[in-house]
C-alpha cells in the first residue's frame, strides 16, 4: 500500500541552525501538507501546497519556514533559525485532491519527524 | 469557522467493556469529519470519516462513529475494548478550506 515517508525520523539541532525536513508524499497525489505537534498539544496545521505554490497557510508558517517541491517526488520543510519552540513532531500529509472545494477524503500522513532543538 | 472540541481528554475503560469518544463540531457548511488514531511514537492513522454519506460509519479495528446534525456530534465507539486500542484519537473536521482542523485529543487508557 502506498505510504507518505519522512525523513528523518528524529533530528536533534542547536538552537539558531536550519532544518530541512524531508518529505515523499504518495507518487499520485497532488496536495501536500505540513503539520505539526507540540508536545503533549493538539496536532496544528502550517501549510499547503499545491502545483509549485503555497495555497494556505497558517499564523504560525512565519518567515522562518519555507517549503519546497525540489523534484518530483520530494516535499520540504525548511526552518531558517530554528528556535527552542520549534521543537515538535512535524507530519507531512498528502490528498489526490484539493482539500478546498470538492475533495471530502482524509488526508494521508507519514509517521512524522521528531525535531528537537537545545 | 470551523471547530472541534474533544469532550473528554482522558478515557480509561476496562478491557471488553465499550468505548465513547466524544466529539463536538462547528461548521459553516456540511463537514467533513474524521477520527485518527495516533499510537505511542507513531503516526496518524485514519479510523473512519464521514463525507455526506451514511450517517453511521463503520472504520477499521470495530471502531463506528455516528454523525448527528441536530447535535453537532461525531462520537466514537466500540463494543468491546481490547488493550491494543490504547492510543491517542483525534477527532478532525474539514469543511471547504484546505487545513483540516484537529481535536485536542483524547488519550484511551484500556485496563487489564
Known amino acids: 500500500e502506498p505510504e507518505v515517508t519522512q525523513t528523518p525520523s528524529h533530528q536533534v539541532t542547536q538552537m539558531g541552525q536550519e532544518v530541512i525536513l524531508r518529505c515523499v508524499p504518495i507518487?499520485?497525489?497532488?496536495?501536500f501538507y505540513w503539520y505539526r505537534q507540540i508536545l503533549g498539544q493538539k496536532v496544528e496545521f502550517l501549510v499547503s501546497?499545491?502545483?509549485?505554490?503555497?495555497?494556505?497557510k497558517s499564523e504560525i508558517f512565519d518567515d522562518q519556514f519555507s517549503v519546497e517541491r525540489p523534484d518530483g517526488s520530494n516535499f520540504t520543510l525548511k526552518i531558517r533559525s530554528t528556535k527552542l519552540e520549534d521543537s515538535a513532531m512535524y507530519f507531512c500529509a498528502s490528498s489526490p485532491s484539493g482539500t478546498s472545494g470538492l475533495y471530502t477524503g482524509e488526508l494521508f500522513f507519514g509517521e512524522g519527524s521528531r525535531l528537537t532543538v537545545l | 469557522a470551523q471547530s472541534v472540541t474533544q469532550l473528554d481528554s482522558h478515557v480509561s475503560v476496562s478491557e471488553g467493556t465499550p468505548v465513547l469518544l466524544r466529539c463536538n463540531y462547528s461548521?459553516?457548511?456540511?463537514?467533513?469529519l474524521f477520527w485518527y488514531v495516533q499510537h505511542p511514537n507513531k503516526g496518524l492513522q485514519l479510523l473512519l470519516k464521514y463525507t455526506s454519506a451514511a450517517t453511521l460509519v463503520k472504520g477499521i479495528n470495530g471502531f463506528e462513529a455516528e454523525f448527528k446534525k441536530s447535535e453537532t456530534s461525531f462520537h466514537l465507539t466500540k463494543p468491546s475494548a481490547h488493550m491494543s486500542d490504547a492510543a491517542e484519537y483525534f477527532c478532525?473536521?474539514?469543511?471547504?478550506?484546505?487545513?483540516?482542523?484537529f481535536g485536542t485529543g483524547t488519550r484511551l487508557k484500556v485496563l487489564a
Open positions: 461548521s459553516s457548511y456540511s463537514p467533513s
Open positions: 501546497f499545491y502545483n509549485n505554490e503555497i495555497s494556505e
Open positions: 478532525v473536521v474539514h469543511s471547504g478550506t484546505y487545513k483540516y482542523i
Open positions: 507518487s499520485n497525489h497532488l496536495y
